[in-house]
């Protein structure tokens, strides 16, 4: 485990985030749209456990080559109440999107931001 690796697990330790994929990720490795995506959200039951969706917050963890390593906190979600699978919806990613952009373009490398606090 990297210097860099090894911050960034205390960090999310002590910020308490669950590193697990969140839905983007999983939007693109299922390959399927936003719109597929909406009708997910609408069904307002989880995909995982067929749980029942509340409107919540999570979190959304961006790494890429892991040189890159960005926590969006707070972000608007239905979440499942039963599994805690969190469900973002596409006019909130667009936004957490560009406050990645925004921070790659800043030569971020490593950071936390809250989503209300950047969007
Ligand atoms: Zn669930």
Redo the contacts with the bound molecule.
């Keep these: 485990m990297s210097q860099q690796r090894k911050q960034i697990s205390d960090l999310a330790r002590q910020e308490r985030i669950a590193f697990k994929k969140h839905s983007l990720l999983r939007m693109h490795e299922r390959k399927i749209n936003a719109d597929e995506v909406k009708k997910e959200e609408k069904a307002m039951k989880?995909a995982?456990?067929n749980?029942k969706m509340m409107k919540g917050y999570t979190h959304l963890t961006y790494e890429i080559d892991g040189s890159f390593f960005l926590v969006v906190k707070d972000v608007p979600a239905m979440v499942?109440n039963?599994?805690g699978?969190a469900f973002v919806e596409i006019g909130v990613v667009r936004v957490v999107e560009k406050i990645v952009e925004v921070a790659k373009h800043d030569g971020v490398t490593l950071g936390i931001v809250k989503y209300k606090a950047a969007a």
């Design positions: 989880c995982l456990c749980g499942c039963q599994c699978e």
